[in-house]
């Protein structure tokens, strides 16, 4: 037996040019300017990230890799054997991978389905799995999609699913977005199949802040990334020494707020867009949000989106939530 390595691109995926261009000119040309984080991971975003989730003050992934450590056994148990394990923005693969060498271990059938934005960062990944895993045999089926287009193609499989929803991105959907992200979940899965998902829970104000805006800059950096790659793909000229990355605790919302902001009256114009952007002194481009849940909430969403919470594992610290979603 051999393993195998396979890389698709789903079909409308990933963002043309043309979608990129149209969400910039909606998103700055709104009386609340914004941009849609999923921008952010080009292959220099994705490294970027990477880096970030190594800073000190990025509690998530640390938090995050201590359960998968902790519990991965326990975990993997509910498994069904053959599962499509598909990991919804898998990045480098770093904590499902903890995942993978306990399933290893045990010998048990399953193909790994890495799915991410970014075309690099799905290759690369494969790439150090192989690494990570040689000798040992492993299917792995990576997707280049965005979530909902990757969802989609869930439908037409035969095999039982776990899903993968780690690092609290269900947090960084608009308000609502994380319902009506388990809502299509539950549209596309079947009874039986489940869901693995990450939320990063309240906690010292503090804490929360220092994650997002750590001592090296590589957040600052990732957040002025969105500029180059606008300037780069669109024709863009936005000047990154006239911004400032401003994060931001939204106490009422729940949630960590990225901005860029401009530091003086300025226009911007952006070829791709057919037009130009006039920024005040201290005007703000909202990049990113980041809710942080509550154990009611949690169960609450579980409630309204047909899932049962089979099991919630905890660090230590009580920082982060990882919760099995069983779809009903
Ligand atoms: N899912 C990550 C989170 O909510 C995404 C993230 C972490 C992020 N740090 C960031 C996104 C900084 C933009 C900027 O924590």
């Known amino acids: 037996l051999e393993s195998t390595y396979e890389v698709i691109q789903v079909a409308g995926v990933p963002s043309s040019t043309n979608t990129f261009a149209q969400d910039v000119l909606s998103g700055l040309g709104a009386e609340s300017k914004e941009l849609p984080a999923k ?54 693969c770093r904590k499902s991978s903890l995942l993978i060498r306990q399933l290893l271990r045990e010998k048990r059938q399953f193909t790994f389905v890495p ?34 287009d990757a969802l989609a193609s869930l439908r037409q499989r035969h095999e039982p699913v776990v899903v993968l929803f780690l690092g609290s991105n269900i947090g960084n959907f608009e308000e609502g977005g994380d319902e009506r992200f388990l809502n299509r979940l539950h549209a596309v899965l079947k009874p039986g199949d489940s869901a693995i998902i990450g939320f990063d829970l309240i906690k010292d104000t503090n804490v929360i802040c220092a994650a997002y805006n750590d001592a ?72 990113e949000s980041s809710y942080k849940y509550s154990p009611q909430k949690i169960s609450w969403l579980a409630e309204q989106t047909g899932f049962a919470i089979q099991a919630q594992f905890e660090d230590p610290n009580h920082y982060f939530q990882d919760a099995v979603f069983q779809r009903l």
């Not at 192989?130 to 999609?145: E, M, N």
């Not at 990355?245 to 902001?261: A, D, G, I, V």
């Not at 867009?273 to 201290?282: A, D, I, K, Q, V």
């Open 39 to 92: 921008y952010f991971y080009d292959a220099v975003g994705s490294r970027l990230f990477e880096s970030i989730c190594l800073q000190p003050e990025y509690y998530p992934t640390a938090c995050e890799a201590e359960i998968l450590e902790l519990y991965a056994d326990c975990i993997t148990a509910r498994f069904p054997s053959g599962v499509r394990l598909t990991d919804l923005g898998s990045g480098d």
């Open 115 to 148: 799915v991410d934005i970014c075309e690099d960062a799905v290759r690369s990944s494969i790439h150090a799995l192989g690494k990570t895993f040689a000798g040992s045999t492993l299917a792995i089926q990576g997707i280049v999609a965005e979530y909902f």
């Open 216 to 287: 090296n800059g590589v957040t600052c950096e990732f957040n002025l990334n969105l500029f180059d790659r606008i300037n780069r793909e669109l024709g863009g000229n936005f000047d990154r020494r006239y911004f400032v990355h401003r994060p931001l605790f939204n106490t009422k919302l729940s949630r960590m707020e990225s901005h860029l902001m401009s530091l003086r009256e300025q226009t911007v114009t952006i070829a791709a867009t057919g037009r130009s952007f006039n920024f005040r002194e201290n005007e703000m481009i909202h990049v």
